[in-house]
């Protein structure tokens, strides 16, 4: 039975039903009011969370327990056992290794996520298959996400004007703590939706898979960044302050196979972005200030190619190379300047959307 979640004000007052009258200590109640609201109206997250916090009068206790609710961390035994597990084993249920591939992907995202973007993720990655077309990538991926919404590990977003679902910040919070503690599999970097302005400090494993620093203000990248030589998926995305990116910051994921640079301020791409010979999907989305891309001659395998808001002068030399690519989406000022035998060089194209900027 698919439970809705609870508004503000009811989320609230069944939280100081489960805590008692301490929840409403002055210098209690604005931790008590940042906890509920990060059970994000989840009945069974404010009880069993709202219990566990039952007569503790010390705010360092409030604290650590807000503290690792924000880092998705279960706090204690009660929210481990009754919430997290409980969660998990929706999680562990399914059969098939691939939905629990795409749910913990999911993680990866602070709130919405374009449909579209998430297939193509899946399918760089392989989850969705190495071999076969797009069409029918795409059928088994919109299959997948059915089923992680009937199982309720996923939801559809009627917010957003684009197809998009979302995780509810308590289950994201469980795939984030199952993530990391199943091994080297699935290696994750949640550093997303954070207010970062800079990630030089960040320490990474040489084992991390995948990198979010999705939804920040990150305005730079380091010049020396720790060598990722297993990472398959960086996301760069909405991190509007950034503008530039050093000519050897791809150099250290050698074999990436999903970039996504979409809606930042980037004027000019590195001639670098060349050298990442395992690309599968490259999304450049809302580049508004990028006219050009660089020489793209060595992206061989590259099978998604999204520049959509993105207005670009002209296509990018070496672009005849790109024989596996299976989805164009483009805005080009000037259609004329396109021989008419231009496509035939690319029989592999799918989904092709090439409209005037």
């Given at each position: 039975?698919?439970?809705?979640?609870?508004k503000?004000?009811e989320?609230w007052q069944?939280?100081?039903?489960n805590?008692?009258?301490?929840a409403?200590?002055a210098?209690?109640?604005?931790?008590?009011?940042?906890i509920?609201?990060e059970c994000?109206?989840?009945?069974?997250?404010?009880?069993?969370?709202g219990?566990?916090?039952?007569g503790?009068?010390?705010?360092?206790?409030?604290k650590?327990?807000?503290?690792s609710?924000?880092?998705?961390?279960p706090n204690?035994k009660?929210v481990k056992?009754?919430?997290y597990t409980?969660?998990?084993?929706?999680?562990?249920?399914?059969?098939s290794?691939d939905?629990?591939?795409c749910?913990?992907?999911?993680s990866?995202?602070?709130?919405?996520?374009?449909i579209?973007?998430?297939l193509?993720?899946?399918?760089?990655?392989?989850?969705?298959?190495?071999h076969?077309?797009?069409e029918?990538?795409y059928?088994r991926?919109?299959?997948?996400?059915?089923?992680?919404?009937?199982?309720?590990?996923?939801?559809?977003?009627?917010?957003?004007?684009?197809?998009?679902?979302?995780?509810h910040?308590?289950?994201r919070?469980?795939?984030?703590w199952i993530a990391?503690?199943?091994?080297?599999?699935h290696?994750f970097?949640?550093q997303?939706?954070i207010?970062l302005?800079?990630?030089?400090r960040i320490?990474?494993?040489?084992?991390v898979?995948?990198?979010?620093?999705i939804?920040?203000?990150i305005e730079?990248l380091?010049?020396?960044f720790?060598k990722?030589?297993?990472?398959?998926s960086?996301l760069?995305?909405d991190?509007e302050?950034?503008?530039?990116?050093?000519?050897?910051?791809?150099?250290?994921?050698?074999?990436?196979r999903?970039?996504n640079l979409?809606?930042?301020?980037?004027?000019?791409l590195?001639?670098?972005?060349n050298?990442?010979?395992?690309?599968?999907?490259l999304?450049?989305?809302?580049?508004?200030?990028l006219?050009?891309?660089p020489?793209?001659?060595?992206?061989?395998?590259?099978q998604v190619?999204?520049?959509?808001?993105?207005k670009l002068?002209?296509?990018?030399?070496?672009?005849?190379?790109?024989?596996?690519?299976?989805?164009?989406?483009?805005?080009?000022p000037?259609l004329k300047s396109?021989g008419?035998?231009?496509?035939?060089?690319?029989?592999s194209?799918e989904?092709?959307?090439m409209s005037h900027g």
């Amino acid at each position: 039975m698919r439970v809705t979640t609870m508004k503000k004000d009811e989320s609230w007052q069944l939280f100081v039903k489960n805590v008692g009258d301490v929840a409403n200590l002055a210098y209690i109640q604005p931790l008590a009011k940042e906890i509920a609201r990060e059970c994000g109206g989840l009945p069974l997250g404010i009880t069993v969370i709202g219990t566990s916090m039952r007569g503790k009068t010390r705010v360092e206790v409030w604290k650590y327990a807000l503290d690792s609710l924000r880092r998705s961390e279960p706090n204690n035994k009660n929210v481990k056992d009754k919430v997290y597990t409980v969660i998990k084993w929706s999680y562990d249920s399914s059969e098939s290794r691939d939905i629990r591939s795409c749910f913990l992907y999911c993680s990866l995202y602070p709130a919405s996520i374009k449909i579209d973007d998430l297939l193509h993720y899946w399918w760089a990655e392989g989850i969705l298959g190495e071999h076969d077309t797009y069409e029918q990538a795409y059928n088994r991926g919109i299959t997948l996400i059915e089923n992680l919404k009937d199982a309720c590990l996923l939801e559809a977003d009627k917010m957003e004007i684009v197809d998009c679902v979302k995780m509810h910040d308590v289950v994201r919070d469980v795939a984030r703590w199952i993530a990391s503690t199943i091994g080297d599999e699935h290696t994750f970097v949640f550093q997303d939706g954070i207010g970062l302005t800079e990630i030089s400090r960040i320490k990474l494993l040489t084992s991390v898979k995948r990198i979010s620093f999705i939804s920040n203000e990150i305005e730079c990248l380091p010049d020396c960044f720790p060598k990722c030589p297993d990472t398959k998926s960086l996301l760069l995305q909405d991190n509007e302050p950034l503008d530039k990116i050093p000519h050897k910051f791809f150099l250290v994921f050698p074999s990436l196979r999903v970039l996504n640079l979409s809606e930042t301020s980037i004027r000019e791409l590195a001639s670098f972005i060349n050298s990442l010979c395992q690309q599968r999907s490259l999304i450049l989305q809302s580049f508004f200030k990028l006219t050009e891309l660089p020489p793209v001659a060595n992206l061989h395998i590259l099978q998604v190619l999204d520049c959509e808001y993105t207005k670009l002068r002209c296509l990018p030399q070496g672009m005849e190379n790109l024989t596996n690519l299976r989805l164009l989406n483009m805005l080009v000022p000037d259609l004329k300047s396109i021989g008419k035998g231009f496509f035939i060089k690319f029989p592999s194209i799918e989904m092709l959307n090439m409209s005037h900027g």
